[in-house]
């Protein structure tokens, strides 16, 4: 492939690239927000980013707290809505204390505390006269909040609760915004009163003075250390938290599900349990809303990197480098579809849950656990796919890649590890097999396995490449994957002596079975996206193409699960294949523009191999003539280190080797 | 799955721990070596590592220039011979420009010099009066150096050559110890001489002065700024360089193939070009050796944190954890016997170049080209695998992945891209299919291919799970699995309308085939490395396991090549999976004593995970204290950009939200 430029592609597009970037935003109020917000941080010089340089965690913390603070007058300043406060800290791209205190710490109080608390805190919290941290997991206790160690333990004599961390496995650790700046935490704690454990209760602990920021008294606070990459999470303060006796009022314990009286009697409140869950909905679509910002992110450096670079003619050996990228650009918009229909689950959830009815609740759980689990182990996989394919300049910071991928790698684990997330999507499966015809029919993005009986004996009819682009093929071929893998899974647990060592045994099976649901999931939603009109000159009609891109790249990466359950031929995946390769030919072209409809900046992206003006080895120059190692010719450390060897004074005896 | 220590693990091993070691350092001698080399590192308070520490860039290669002196003056002062002083820098873990000096740029000379240019040289470089490096890629030319830019030409009237940098994509980049330290630097240049240009050659070419360090007339040099991790490469000062009307005299041409006369005439030596092949061979078994090694490491940490790691129960949906890391386990065994035959075919192969005899080249280079690809890209992600299995605690830089990852992971793109030499196997692959039954049969790893008539047509026997086990089924699976690749791929190119067309829409199932082969090899070495006597009680035993899961865990995660070709019926597949099941629980007692047995030492480990006393938490705890942002109770910053938002005092307007 000879070398090209980007403009030269661009002008190939067979879309409106525009109309592409309304989509892609969710509609023209957010891309005109998200612009507004991008112009004003690039444009601001408190915000430049120096992520070429190494920093001491010290440095790089206070520039943290620097960049914060000023964002925070800016908010004020311009009077920002809280959606415009946080597309700006979205731009900062840089993580902070801040994006907790917004978005978890202050979430939390809504979701757990009662009317009254929420109007003493709030008012502090949205001012930030205090600023919080919400600290459940504990050093020895990460996904299993049932095992948490902490304590409070009620008090009647002063009216308050006792808290203690009796182990070193109970310390709190990992909470951002705690190690370094929050003056208060939400704790999670195991509620003792009258000599009984109720288990596991959240409360609003001060941990420093708001006079001195210096820790409580019987508070140990620190930040656990460094962490993965030269930037990324360093920024945070994730911190440890350790409690000694420490006592806090009764009313500091969140009550809106449960209460202690005065007389330490616990007394559950008329709130139903269930509504903890609206809120885990909402962080799960958030998590897969960014799976497919940061998948578009790395997808928009490869591409254009792809396209300027200078290739070496196929005969020497490497073809078509730039296929490899087409599925994870369709995965990029799939997932981008994915969210919206997430948002809109959330709000059906939420509104069946105001009139009590709670039924959806397990299979909600079940989808949005295993679509968080999906989404953000192929997008980090993704991310590194997409670096290395950018060859050796993919391992410099000044790609922009490397600390894209460390940022972005840990919500594989937070908000429930995707393994563990994976096999709670496999009980539900289970589950619901097993109570298949007994009146409790499966509904949502289950229902399709009421129609087992059919999906496990009708084999694929596709005859022709062709047949394999309609999306009633596609469909029926996802939901028989995932059907026979389940009914495998189940029929494997039931030979097994007992229900528990079957799973056990079963747990790559199940695992297995959980994707190709899941995948199903994102392939309906993207197709069902594309069932409406979309404005635009070829607009559709590209979206049309990733969709399907989308769903033969995983018929054909998965053709082990279709063959093995006998639904595909082999001949069938090769058609499959086939199919996938004129696809291929038809994305090539619309590429580039494909990724300039996710309208990142420059300055956003920070990626010397994703300008948009495709000017990358003058801009890799440029970036590594400013590293602080070449203010000098000479390097530091040359008269005490090297001079010695070179001049053969070294040490004591100069013998050669 | 209830907490247990590594003790009580330990007493449960079914084999001499001991002897093991001897077979996984490649006996006695290398065994002690490493340990030998592992406590002298360990107890030299100049070694101590402060990994978890955020440095500067200036300050990591200030701190590393010093350990690369000091350990100088120990090789000298100890009288270390080659092979110490490499174990010496290895176990230092800490990469510096030495590696390069020692490990390059003294190889190239040995291998490109003739004997007057290495009598000059050597000893210069063996002393370090010099300090070199090996500068070979372009910023615009990575893989292929047919393409490199650079100009080098002769100039009778001064009786040397020119050096040229023409463009910014010809800046020599990424060599390391050439951005601060190398006076000296092998340049691979376009060797242009009366008016023709004779392709690529090596020249020497001093850039520094050896008085005061100071870049020569002529010379740009600089650091190329950082790279992944927060430390990884960063400790190495890959550089960048250009030449602006250099001379160099006409002997600092590398002549051992060709020369240059006064006259300015092109002369072929009568060495074989071939020879230059044999470095490569030996460089590639290198990286197959580091790769065990590196999994290995990983590999422990994750086994020994897995085992005391508080786990939930089977039915909180967390079983059977670890049997993820058994493959991981027994892959790292797998390259390690794969390096030491890597070793004696390096051996083999330079026999017979020395009797001219270069027949065997195109195999040997295949075959090394494809085990570096599939060993680095497999460890890469088995390194993440493991990191991800330590849960949240593998994001800690204390945990010792993190920076595993970033150390390891260029060695996907060094010494040929690995997609790129996967190609090329795939191309030896065709040209070996189309020349069978002309006479010239393949030999070596690739002499299977001479029954493919056979392996195309006969399928798999296995009737019982049992029958996997036979190293001559899994042999013949494995032959079958990558002929009947190699040869669809045959057909499909065959069908195009150009070869070149063909091989560039085949390239997905060509890399496909070229990872069956390469598999094939790994498998084949392991089984033949058991076929000798190994002493110790157990030892053999377990790798025989090993290696049966080793092979059977490639069966069923490649289980889509099998059924593909219709080798293997999905029951065949069943019984695989049934087999490796039965073989996790064969190897989980013996999990913790197998990593024990890679004798890695809590200093060189670096993790409070993968402690050998498993005291976890505690260190955890420990290390997370020692970070420099605990050394106040109150941060760097508060005064400046916490405390004004607190206490309201921030900017103008401090409005309400």
Known sequence: MEMKTLAQERSKAEFDVEAMKVVWAGGEASLRLNQRMAELVANDPEFQKDSRVMQTRSELLKDTFRKAAHAWELINKLHFTEE??????????????????????????????????????????????????????????????????????????????????????????????????????????????????????????????????????????????????????????????????????????????????????????????????????????????????????????????????????????????????FPLLATAYAYRFLGQWMSSLYSDTMACFENNDFSTLPEVHACTAGLKSIATSTTADGIEECRKLCGGHGYLTSSGLPDLFAVYVPSCTYEGDNVILLLQVARYLMKTLKFLGSGKEPSGTAAYLSNVTELVSKNCEVAKESDWISPKTLRYAFEARSARLALKCATQIAAASTQDEGFSEASCELLGASRAHCELIIVTRFMGALEREIPGRGVKNQLQILCNIYALSLVTTRAGDFLMTGYLSPEQVELAKSQLRDLFKKVRHNAVSLVDAFDYTDFYLGSSLGRYDGNVYESLYNEALKDPTNASAVTEGYTEFIRPILKQQLGTSMSRL
Request: proline residues 5%.
């Open 84 to 325: 415009e406060a946080r597309c700006l800290r979205k731009h900062i791209d840089q993580p902070s204390y801040a994006d907790l205190h917004w978005g978890v710490f202050i979430p939390a109080i809504k979701g757990q505390a009662t009317d009254a608390q929420q109007k003493k805190w709030l008012p502090l919290a949205y001012s930030q006269a205090i600023i919080g941290c919400y600290a459940q997991t504990e050093l020895g206790h990460g996904s299993n909040v049932q095992r948490l160690e902490t304590t409070a333990t009620f008090e009647p004599s002063t009216d308050g609760f006792i808290v203690n961390t009796p182990t070193i496995a109970a310390t709190k650790w990992w909470p951002g915004g705690l190690g370094k700046v929050s003056t208060h935490a939400i704790v999670h704690a195991r509620l003792l009163t009258n000599g009984k454990d109720y288990g596991i209760h959240a409360f609003i602990v001060q941990i420093r003075s708001l006079e001195d920021h210096q820790p409580l008294p019987g508070i140990t606070v620190a930040d656990i250390g460094t962490k993965f990459g030269s930037r990324a999470y360093n920024s945070v303060d994730n911190g440890l938290l350790r409690f000694n006796n420490v006592h806090i009022p009764r009313e500091n314990m969140l009550m809106r599900l449960a209460t202690v009286t005065k007389e330490g009697k616990y007394v559950h409140s008329n709130v139903p349990t269930q509504l903890a869950y609206g809120a885990m909905v909402n962080v799960r679509k958030s998590i897969v809303m960014d799976a497919s910002y940061s998948l578009a992110r790395a997808v928009t450096i490869a591409v254009r990197y792809s396209a300027v670079r200078r290739q070496f003619g196929v005969q020497d050996g490497q073809p078509e480098m730039q296929s490899r990228l």
